[in-house]
């Protein structure tokens, strides 16, 4: 289990970095030469391990099938890409740019999904602490208020998608964003710390249509002490 957390937490720094604009481009505790595929990370938890709050037939079927179908399908686009480059055929440029954008996205952002949730009492749950604390109170005020406009966000995104905090090193502020899909309302320069995936197959099978229930009840299973380091990973790169 903590060989499994270890190369998990490191997986999400990767991503991190990666987004923040280094040469290393795949997700992974060491950096992977260009041209490498894309591979799902473990959980660092059991499939039930967030219960009663995610149940385990949602877990397994959101990691197992939902975020291998985004791996599989930033693959195929990278490697349709590559070939257009050999081929010069660029016919269905668009096509495989957008698949790329869905499905990196999809991808980044179900790794950092997993890795900012811990079972509640062992990891998960409580209140943010330390540097996110501090952030989290400059930029909204308070942390009641973060929240509140957190979930009001994340309740509302239209069809499926995304509730984001992000990190914007341009101003060292936080923001919070809702995305659509995995890629859509993106604000350029900012980098996602902590998110919740409002997907109906994120928590359908165990709360139906009230999404406001998933949102309210998550909480209990945010790890802040991820976000935490996420937050620090990216302040340091200045
Ligand atoms: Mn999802």
């Known amino acids: 289990m ?4 270890t190369f998990l937490k490191t997986a999400a720094l990767g991503a991190l970095v990666t987004a923040a604009g280094t040469t290393t481009r795949a997700l992974g505790a060491e950096p992977v ?11 660092p938890y059991a499939y039930n391990a967030l ?5 385990e037939r949602t877990m397994r079927l959101h990691h197992d099938k939902h975020h291998a179908g985004y791996v599989k399908g930033l693959n195929a686009a990278e490697a349709a890409l590559a070939k257009a480059r050999e081929s010069g055929d660029y016919a269905l440029v668009q096509h495989w740019s957008r698949q790329a954008a869905f499905h990196g996205g ?14 509640n009492g062992n990891g998960g749950g409580g209140a943010p602490t330390g540097q996110i604390e501090a952030a989290i109170k400059d930029s909204f005020g308070s942390v009641a208020a973060f ?14 998608g995304w509730g984001l905090l992000h990190y914007r090193p341009h ?27 409002v997907w109906e197959h994120a928590y359908y099978l165990k709360y139906q249509n009230d999404r406001g229930a998933y949102v309210d009840a998550w909480w209990n299973v945010v790890n802040w002490t991820q976000v935490d380091r996420n937050l ?7």
């Open 147 to 160: 929240k509140a406009q957190f979930a009001a966000a994340a309740k509302s995104v239209e069809g499926s």
């Open 232 to 238: 620090a990973s990216l302040m340091n790169k200045k």
């Open 2 to 5: 903590d060989d499994r957390r």
């Open 33 to 43: 030469p260009a041209g490498t595929e894309h591979t799902l990370p473990e959980l």
């Open 51 to 55: 219960e009663p709050f995610i149940d």
């Open 106 to 119: 999809g991808h980044w952002l179900h790794t950092m999904f997993w890795s900012v949730m811990a079972p």
């Open 171 to 197: 101003d060292q502020s936080l923001i919070i964003l809702q995305a659509e899909n995995q890629q859509k309302l993106s604000a350029w320069g900012s980098i996602p710390i902590l998110g919740i995936d």
